[in-house]
């Protein structure tokens, strides 16, 4: 609440004095330091006081668009703070013009009513402030008509903005890694920015080959190289989701989604290509249908939600008993129903008895060859799938270039009727829209077996030791690599430890089938493995190794 003045005890400086305050606004940071507005509008109400004959105590300047709360300008409050930390002085609010104070209705009369609060008035060389019946009319249609200027120009601004987008024109701020220049038959363009443009293109392109296994390893790419400082490298991971992975502009693409502008070919050159985009989101859409992670997993408890209860096959959680000097971190079946329900398992055993059945899975030698076997398998089993997809796609596409060639060489006379006409354009649009959703979401199979072979190298290697791989990524990863390992969550006893008689593993998959076929090798292919005899490809490539089909979307 403003301090309560009171008249009668005013007592001003100096005999007489009025003390002018005149407020400047302009519209943007970007017009307060290439414009000369704020140095104007200051002059005029210098001038204006001085014809008046007040004494200008202080100047208070916005850079804020004139819509909102009068709250969220800094000038405006920093004005009202000053006229309470001296109650006693006679003050008058100055304003170039009446648009300055706010160019919203319900913003310029709270201001105001801030200040007749605080019994003072305001003046402007431009309007005059009366407080009749007549001056509120004035005073509400220019505040008025400040307001539909301002959305007005608002709307005028987002038309011209949609169009140059829906012809294929970066109509923002440049993301980074670009930079607006001037073009003389187009406008302000993107260009790349030699700065930052490589980091991006070799984090990007990196993420999409497997040269970067994960989005951390990308982050700590960027903060290494100075591309990002302020942070370190985890905390941004989400920030490189979304402002680098998912944003198409880096593709040379241009889209609105709240303006309805779908993607499309933009004027721009991309710092990677469509492929290395369209890879990365496959990427990130693969991870997210395949992340089994509990978000409650700590350091301390890397197990919780991997191991049940083996007498009711609920899973255990885990939680810390204190004391006053010590922490005994302990798993427990939470079961209400079970017999063993509260009963404490040291965390200590749990991991430890997890320790040493770990490092019982290893790959007999030679073994590994067979996992590679059957990667390349299913590798070229996918890649035959892709082939006779995009084939497909090549057809249709074709046909489309064929039908919209005919429609555009289509002579249309004068006479011809205007629905007609609209007709042949409607189906022009619907053609291009296709042909270019064809051209995207064809699969693209070349270049893609760096990223291939990067997985087949991380998967023997975690088969061949697992505690190694284990002890060295952090808990997350390592939520992860259990289901890799481990088909199903551990049931464990705290007389017996776990039981893994009927839990099936990698490891012991792989080996009973190079004891079964010893004598051929030959993997599951084109025929279906349960024809075969076995579930190699199907059970270990897509259970243990996560491998989704390339052509599901």
């Known amino acids: 609440m403003p301090r309560k003045r009171k008249l009668k005890k005013k007592a001003v400086s100096r005999e007489g004095v009025t003390y002018a305050l005149a407020y400047c606004r302009v ?42 709360a009068f709250t969220t300008r800094a000038g405006q409050v920093a004005l009202l703070k000053y006229i309470d930390t001296f109650p006693h002085r006679n003050f008058v609010v100055i304003v170039d013009d009446i648009s300055r104070m706010a160019r919203d209705v319900a913003a310029h009369f709270a201001f105001k009513q801030e200040l007749v609060t605080r019994e003072v008035s305001i003046e402007s060389p431009n309007f005059n402030f009366e407080d009749t019946a007549e001056g509120e009319v004035i005073e509400n249609v220019m505040a008025a008509f400040s307001q539909y200027h301002r959305k007005s120009n608002a709307r005028q601004v987002v038309q011209k903005q949609k169009a140059r987008v829906e012809m294929g024109f970066w109509a923002f701020r ?136 083996e007498h009711c096959n609920k899973p255990m959680t885990a939680a810390n008993s204190r004391s006053r000097k010590n922490i005994y971190p302990y798993y427990f079946c939470q079961n209400k129903s079970c017999q063993k329900n509260r009963k404490n398992i040291p965390a200590k055993t749990l991991h430890g008895d997890f320790i040493k059945l770990l490092k019982k899975q290893k790959l007999k030698g030679g073994v590994d060859l067979v996992v590679s076997d059957v990667f390349d398998a299913v590798w070229k089993e996918e890649l035959s799938v892709v082939a006779k997809g995009n084939k497909g796609t090549d057809e249709r596409i074709k046909e489309v270039r064929k039908k919209m060639n005919q429609y555009a060489n289509s002579n249309l006379s004068d006479d011809t009727p205007e629905s007609m006409k609209q007709f042949y354009r409607d189906e022009l649009v619907e053609l291009a829209e296709e042909y270019s959703q064809l051209k995207n979401r064809k699969h693209i199979i070349e270049d893609i077996d760096i990223p291939y072979r990067t997985a087949l190298d991380k998967s023997t290697k975690l088969l061949k030791s697992p505690y190694d791989i284990w002890v060295s990524v952090d808990v997350h990863e390592k939520q992860r690599m259990f289901f890799f390992v481990f088909d199903k969550k551990l049931p464990y006893s705290k007389e017996t430890g776990y039981r893994t008689e009927e839990i099936l593993c990698a490891t012991r998959l792989f080996e009973e089938f190079v004891s079964t076929n010893s004598h051929d090798v030959e993997m599951a292919g084109v025929e279906p493995a349960s024809e075969l005899g076995c579930d190699c490809e199907s059970t270990a490539c897509r259970t243990f190794f996560g491998l989704k089909s390339l052509t599901q979307e």
């Open 27 to 68: 519209s943007s940071d970007k017009q307060k330091h290439e414009g000369n507005g704020l140095e104007t509008q200051e002059q005029r109400c210098r001038a204006y006081a001085s014809g008046k004959g007040y004494e200008v105590a202080e100047v208070f300047k916005d850079a804020a668009s004139g819509g909102g």
């Open 174 to 309: 440049a993301p980074k890694g670009y930079k607006m220049v001037k073009d003389p038959m187009h406008g302000k363009v993107l260009v790349h920015d030699e700065e930052f443009a490589p980091f991006i293109k070799h984090a990007l392109e990196g993420f999409a080959s497997g040269v970067f296994p994960r989005i951390i390893d990308c982050c700590r790419y960027l903060c290494e190289q100075g591309y990002w400082v302020k942070q370190s490298p985890e905390k941004y991971i989400d920030k490189f989701k979304t402002d680098l992975l998912m944003n198409s502009v880096y593709a040379g693409f241009v889209e609105h989604e709240g303006w309805e502008v779908e993607r499309r070919e933009g004027f721009h050159e991309g710092i990677i290509s469509k492929e290395v985009f369209f890879n990365n989101q496959k990427r990130l859409e693969s991870e997210s249908l395949g992340k089994r992670v509990r978000v409650d997993v700590s350091e301390s408890f890397p197990l919780r939600g991997l191991v049940v209860c």
